[in-house]
């Protein structure tokens, strides 16, 4: 058994020790949001939120994890979708298949939270998610325009 904090609950779960947390968060709790696509933590669409660290699920053991660990998934970045990345997306146009989404707006997050002004390296440097689609010129103006805009919550 393993107890998460996952978007400010705490659950138990019982997997086994090197169940990766991405099957806990879609299989064993049902948040959907956190996608699979390809299971080495190269693409980045199981993209989750350990401590504020945008950190691939799909190859984190969960017995890496304590429960004083808080885990954020794109469910709960913001429950209304109304986090400012989340409306810059929208603003830009960003999605289009919406696969790679969630993953490269949590990434994003946890950019401009770690880095509110992050320069065009920061963000190429920071934001390795693949997108099928290619918005990434779309996904660097969303992140600049919320960074000259100042809306995110530092808290």
């Known amino acids: ?30 948040l959907t949001g956190t996608k699979y696509g390809c299971g080495v933590a190269q693409c980045g669409a199981c993209t989750v939120h350990i401590d504020g660290v945008a950190t691939r699920s799909c190859t984190m053991p969960v017995s890496a994890l304590t ?25 830009h146009d960003v999605p289009q298949c919406g696969f790679c989404q969630s993953g490269m707006i949590m990434a994003a997050a946890a950019l ?35 960074a000259a805009g100042g809306q995110m919550n530092r808290g």
């Open 67 to 91: 429960a004083e660990q808080k885990i954020v998934t794109i469910e709960g970045l913001s429950p209304d979708g109304n986090h400012p990345i989340q409306k810059a997306w929208i603003e």
């Open 1 to 30: 058994m393993a107890k998460l904090s996952i978007n400010g609950k705490t659950i138990d779960v019982t997997v086994e020790d090197d169940t990766p947390l991405l099957w806990v968060i879609r299989e064993q709790i049902g």
């Open 112 to 146: 401009l939270q770690s880095n509110p002004k992050p320069s065009d390296a920061d963000i190429a440097a920071e934001i390795t998610n693949i997108c099928r689609c290619g918005t990434y010129n779309r996904v660097k103006a969303a992140i600049k325009d919320v």
